[in-house]
């Protein structure tokens, strides 16, 4: 029963000293790319007809902070388009295991959505599976970096394995 009771005390005063030498994870170089997008965003562009509704303009500004411990950056974006106004929280992360960057968000209209990305040189890749019309469909998100203040991009889908259809194009520029 002593034994017991020395190994319970001894247990007691090491973890707690364990704990305080143990290092908290740092964010790799994959994460650190992630970093061009924190600051505050005005974007503009054109929706087209189809299935993301009607045609005509958009403009929003998308706020992108670093979240706590350095690993996700997370997003609040508030515009108006052809539908009228729109809000969105998104998250962008970096997958280690998949070696790929990740992207979730929610929007106002009650959507949801996750994609897997890539960056290859200053272009960024996010593709995800979803439906158009009840068809499966495929959709692509393009981003340049421009500059790092500016970057275009591109949403398009392609419906049953059909070609790509551009859905949305425009330009982000960072103003803080």
Known sequence: MKRLLVVAVVLAFAVPCLAQTAQPPKPGPEVQKLAYYVGTWKGEGEIKAGSFGPAGKFSSTDTCEWFAGGFHIVCRSEGTGPTGKHTELYIFGYDAEAQAYTYYGIMSEGGSGSSKGSLAGSTWTWLWD????????????????????????GLENSVAGGPWTVLMEGKFTKVK
Do not use: D, H, L, N
């Open 130 to 153: 979803g439906k158009a019309a009840g068809k499966p469909a495929k959709y692509r998100i393009t981003q340049v970096e421009v500059s790092p203040t500016s970057y275009t991009f």
